[in-house]
């Protein structure tokens, strides 16, 4: 699939935006091996890593590791992650904080349940979870990072948001870092929307003014689909 959009990416598609895949562990080597052979124009992601540099941790995967293969981004706090695997937003600061001890960037996921939803809990669940992640951290630091707003009841489901559902979260998101770590900051972070991202969806989600990026899950995995995706962002951000 990467080697087939390599082929297909033309200067102009991603003249506007960055790009980054995030294969699971067992192939970041040689994705990173095809990326730098054949001068792909795309960064390279990881999917998680531990919260801790070295240590007892079978089955983890440092955050060292990973930069030292040339990583760029790292997903911290995937919807998976949390609901399946425990991970707590104490873990999620931990981590985040890991990724930038190794000069990474941190794509830092937050998002509500369908039941936070139908409570009327959206904002206050996002409240939780973007304050824990940003406690501690510098203006400076807050700038640099992604967030991304993935609600959990539009995972893998089809049943992606409207577009204003994704615009009111992010302009509710950029606030809140506006009021921890000043408005240079929040002008400067980057906040993606993701769940069911589709070539269809995307340049909605992409037009609006507080979504600077989408976190695209299985329309990734055909090189076709993805283009077009890729395409859309490029063609709003050129608009």
């Known amino acids: 699939m990467l080697r087939d959009l390599g082929l297909r990416l033309k ?135 992604v967030l991304a707003y993935e609600p959990l009841w539009a995972i893998g489901t089809g049943q992606a948001a409207s577009a204003m559902d994704a615009e009111d979260a992010s302009v509710f998101i950029r606030a809140l870092v506006g009021k921890v770590a000043g408005q240079p900051a929040a002008d400067a972070v980057r906040i993606q929307y993701g769940g069911s991202v589709q070539a269809e969806n995307a340049a909605d989600f992409m037009s609006e003014p507080d979504v600077d990026g989408l976190l695209v899950g299985g329309a990734s995995l055909q090189a076709g689909t993805f283009l077009d995706v890729i395409r859309a962002g490029g063609a709003c951000y050129r608009s």
């Not at 995030?22 to 795309?42: C, G, M, N, S, Y």
Request: charged share 25%.
């Open 11 to 145: 200067p102009e598609d991603v003249a506007a935006v960055d790009v980054s895949v995030h294969p699971p562990f067992t192939d970041l080597r040689t994705v990173q091996t095809l990326v730098e052979k054949e001068a792909i124009p795309v960064q390279l992601g990881a999917q998680h890593c531990s919260d801790e540099d070295a240590g007892a941790r079978t089955g983890e995967v440092s955050p060292q590791m990973l930069a030292r293969l040339g990583t760029r981004y790292v997903i911290v706090g995937h919807s998976e992650r949390r609901t399946l695997f425990g991970m707590s937003d104490a873990t999620v600061a931990a981590t985040l904080k890991a990724v930038l001890r190794h000069a990474m960037v941190p794509i830092v996921c937050v998002g509500e349940t369908e039941e936070e939803r139908a409570a009327g809990r959206t904002e206050a669940k996002l409240e939780e979870q973007v304050l824990s992640a940003l406690d501690g951290l510098s203006p400076e630091l807050v700038g640099g990072l």
